[in-house]
């Protein structure tokens, strides 16, 4: 059975610091990851997404993931965060279902 | 990329009603999905609205509860029938027009409540 674990509900760092969401997941095919932002009030924003092309996959607003088969890890990263990446991040696995993890809360300190 | 639209926004409804929740794609799309995002909480795959065909429902929800239409490539209908408080959550359209593994794309949402 497949599944994705988002190990942290809530992350709060200070602006100008790096991000890391972390991601999990577990298939017994070689899914598609994706991650999506949402912002408050806002829709669902595609930030990155992995196929089995390369395993560092680069987004939006200067995120990134890197794809590790052996860690079964698509842990999001960014170098320096700003203010307006506040907003609730979503690690997504698709291989014969499509599954949401439980989200990431990110909160950027001043 | 896909512009999708919903229809309503939000609504308030009374208990034992039905709502009809419509979503409308820029352009035509294969794979159209119904999600669920109560309070609080991730999303949830009601379904997959599939063109022409009853749509295939995901443990825990069944057609006589959320009947879903799609009489062509651009346009579904999601209904929530003999609502009670705990249907309150945001219903999302999505679509995908590249198959299953890739994106997909998502519409506004439409916040309900049920008093």
């Known amino acids: 059975a497949q599944s994705v674990t988002q190990l942290d509900s809530h992350v709060s760092v200070s602006e100008g610091t790096p991000v890391l969401l972390r991601c999990n997941y577990s298939?017994?095919?070689?899914?598609?990851l994706f991650w999506y932002v949402q912002h408050p009030n806002k829709g669902l924003q595609l930030l990155l997404k992995?196929?089995?092309?390369?395993?560092l996959v680069k987004g939006i607003n200067g995120f990134e993931a890197e794809f590790k088969k052996s860690e079964t890890s698509f842990h999001l990263t960014k170098p320096s965060a700003h203010m307006s990446d506040a907003a609730e991040y979503f690690c997504?696995?698709?291989?014969?279902?499509?599954?949401f993890g439980k989200g990431t809360r990110l909160h950027i300190l001043p | 990329s896909a512009v999708i639209s919903q229809k309503p926004s939000r609504d308030i409804c009374q208990r034992g009603t039905s709502l009809t929740i419509q979503c409308q794609v820029d352009?035509?799309?294969?794979?159209m999905f119904w999600y669920r995002q109560q309070p609080g909480q991730s999303l949830t795959l009601i379904a997959t609205?599939?063109?022409?065909?009853?749509?295939?429902?995901e443990s825990g929800f069944v057609i006589d509860k959320f009947p879903i239409s799609r009489p062509n490539l651009t346009f579904s209908t999601l209904t929530v029938s003999n609502m009670s408080p705990e249907d309150s959550s945001i219903y999302l359209c999505?679509?995908?027009?590249?198959?299953?593994?890739?994106?997909?794309?998502f519409g506004p949402g439409t916040r309900l409540t049920v008093l």
């Open positions: 997504v696995i698709r291989d014969d279902k499509i599954i």
């Open positions: 352009s035509q799309v294969t794979m």
């Open positions: 298939s017994s095919y070689s899914p598609s």
């Open positions: 992995y196929t089995s092309a390369a395993t």
């Open positions: 609205a599939n063109q022409g065909s009853e749509a295939t429902y």
């Open positions: 999505s679509v995908s027009d590249r198959g299953f593994y890739n994106e997909q794309f």
